[in-house]
């Protein structure tokens, strides 16, 4: 894989930096946490009364909307809580230029872990929904586990991009110059869209211990990523060689397969 990726960079073609390196494994992972997100978004937007747990998009809206009525309660609620989401993205940068070959294994088992902290912590104030960072924690680490092959992080936990990317790739698809990571982007939809209603069905059935779905599902996803780098070290199934999600197009690759 490594030599394959040598001969595109001397052919001129663009160096392929997806992460993992197989689209097969990739397309798997990226449907699963897609649908994770969704599920847990969907918990906490219901638990925390509309606080998102990973759709900064909409936290960002709200933030507006509380600073103009002078809501200073609801403006440090929710910007404590997207600067969780992004610390959360910082740290899993730093985790996957640290792990190498084992970002999935190590970040899934970091999100599981957190997903289920969540439930351990204290409910904090309106203001300061303690119970709530360990889940937006995650889910903003959970940004930095794939990439496509241009190196940018797949978006895992919001839709806006997945629409985006598709909406564009339909117009590069008649064009004839449509991108590989285009496919995915319908199945990252429905993979959240699944995830947000299973999410809304749990929660008013099992209230915040709905919570343990999504953690469990990450659980898994980990133990499939442990057993996959184990049984096959260096398997382009759960590695690859490129930069961290979103470096400079100069960056050294930190993913080597051995």
Known sequence: MVNERVDKAKSGAPE?????????SRLFFAIALAMLAGTA??????????????????NTTRFGVAVSAG????VTRVASTIAVFCFGAFLGTLIAAAVGRWRLSVLLTLQALLLSA???????????????????LALGLQNATLQDEGGRSLALTYVTGAV???GTGCANLLLGTVA??????????????????????????????????PAGL??????????????????????GSSPAPDASPKAEAIDAIH
């Open 16 to 24: 392929d930096k997806s992460f993992p390196a197989d689209s097969r």
């Open 41 to 58: 978004d969907s918990i906490g937007f219901l638990e925390f009364s509309q606080l998102f747990m990973s759709f900064m998009s909409g």
């Open 71 to 74: 809501d200073w309660e609801n």
């Open 118 to 136: 969540g439930l351990l912590m204290p409910w904090g104030t309106f203001a300061y929904p303690l119970h709530a960072y360990p889940i937006v």
């Open 164 to 166: 985006v990317r598709f």
């Open 180 to 213: 590989p990571s285009f496919w995915i982007q319908a199945p990252l939809w429905a993979g959240l869209s699944t995830g947000a209603v299973l999410g809304g069905l749990l929660d008013y059935r099992f209230g915040e211990l709905a919570f343990l779905f």
């Open 218 to 239: 990450a659980a898994i996803l980990a133990l499939i990523a442990i057993g996959l780098t184990v049984a096959f070290p260096g398997s382009t199934l759960v590695a």
